[in-house]
């Protein structure tokens, strides 16, 4: 089956698990933003958990479809639908040959999955079909979605069943970015009490500068009260850099590998989800919690996806 | 086990470990960096999913969905007491070819400013030093070269660069490197060189690897736009 691209989002890449194993080389992992909602979306339509999907970013487009299918949509809940009529996310869509999905603007966060039956067809590129898109590497020829390409999917090849969700609000609870779970950072101690009380509770704004690269946030002036450089050391995902002019950067799925602003926070591995749904304009508050707290969220956010069962 | 340098491996994220060799890079505890990473390279561990060298550290992630940060923290304890005294490729010299100033290198009057010399001294100063690469790292394939003249020495741009374009020679504090790919960035830009330095399809064939030894050579605008058609 295909999918042919009749008019193009903002920004819609494939993606999947992401491409470990380079970062001597300078190449971060990529992967859908939203690891959570993509690995949902995997789920309920019955594929493999490292299938490729389609993000899709602030505005969807419009995809026509070559044969009968079965997709999901999960994430953010984007204004969409199937010949005029309105689609759910979370759920099962019934598409037919010929039909076309149009997926117009965010109703809710940043990002959305398209989750198709046996996943997207692109070639693997150093073990993985996500897209980089910095470099232009992997995916659909490095690039996001244009007007007039044309994207392969899958024949699934397992017996997996799909999955039906039951409490849509639980997963909501998980993807809530009105507050972002950290730890201290490796230069936490670079940052005075003063400072740590205007990052934990005042709000910070997401501004235009946003990608998946990184997040500028704006609102506080986060001052280092011991420099503004470290010696360049490894950039963990999710960690929080606050360069001279004080607006901190949260680095993200296509981050540099290494860097050398100070790092005052790391966003949580539960809470990446939530930064992946961070939209220019949100704005929300940090919460700062210990490594033991980090590691039981993440294990329980891992555990409800797998006890997500077939139905 | 004849490498003096520490070994301190501490988490910096609840999904990876920072191991620092010392404090500051100094030839021993460069020389930890690469045998450890080399080793890493060669021996795979389970459970981990990406190290990233720095100066002085390898930052390492964790697969969390399989293993646990705790017991990769074990494994790299282990691993650096096994590591005994494996042999290190050969090195390489690379010469990198720089058309310095103008549009290529528009930051090389603010770093001739900063450090109150002229932008004559600073390509003489650059492209007379002896440099090896410490480690790939930032974006794809992008060399740290360590050897910078302190005399050149300027801080990083308070705000990054949205673009900075692919080849450009840089200058970030002590530091000097050469941007593989067009990406944002926040060093001096000083130059450029015609020669691409890095396939993304192909990342482990890159021309510049960790170790090598890189010559700077100055060229004229003609060379350059000759070399770059080329």
Sequence with gaps: MSIHVLKEGLQTTVQDFGRPGYAHLGISTSGAADTFSYQIGNKLVGNDSHDAALEITLSGGEYEFTSDACIVLTGSEFNASVDDEQVSIWTWINIKKGQSLKIRSSCDGARCYLCVRGGIDVPLLLNSRSTHLMTGLGGFKGIALRKGNVLDTYQSGNNNSRVELINVNKIQMHLDRKTIRVIKGMEGDWFNVDVWDLFLNKNFTVSQSFSRMGIRLEGNHIQSSQGNEILTQGVPLGAIQVPGNGNPIISFVEHQTTGGYPRIANVISADLCRVGQLKPGDTFQFELVNFEAAEQLYNEQMKFIHNLSAS | ?230
């Design chain 2, 1 to 230: 086990m004849t490498i003096s340098s520490d070994f301190n491996i501490t988490p910096a994220s609840d999904r990876t470990l920072l191991i620092q060799f010392g404090e500051e890079n100094s030839p021993n505890v460069q020389k930890a960096v690469f045998r450890f990473s080399h080793y890493l390279i060669d021996h795979p561990l389970e459970g981990i999913a990406n190290f990233h060298p720095g100066y002085a550290s390898i930052l390492v992630s964790v697969d969390i969905d399989n293993t646990s940060v705790k017991s990769i923290q074990k494994d790299l304890q282990q691993a650096w007491y096994d590591l005994g005294n494996i042999e290190l490729p050969e090195s390489k010299l690379i010469e990198i070819l720089v058309l310095y100033g103008g549009e290529c290198g528009p930051d090389l009057i603010h770093v001739a400013e900063h450090n109150g010399i002229s932008e004559s001294d600073v390509i003489e100063l650059h492209s007379c030093g002896e440099y090896y690469v410490s480690f790939i790292g930032f974006t794809p394939g992008f060399p740290y070269i360590s050897g910078l003249n302190p005399k050149l020495e300027t801080p990083r741009l308070n705000t990054p660069r949205k673009r900075v374009p692919a080849a450009s020679v840089a200058i970030g504090g002590s530091q000097t490197g050469i941007y593989p790919l067009e990406s944002p960035g926040g060093w001096n830009l000083i130059g450029q060189t015609p020669i691409q330095i890095f396939d993304i399809n192909h990342p482990e064939n890159a021309l510049i690897n960790m170790r090598d030894s890189i010559k700077f050579i100055p060229i004229d605008e003609e060379e350059f736009e000759r070399l770059k058609q080329s």
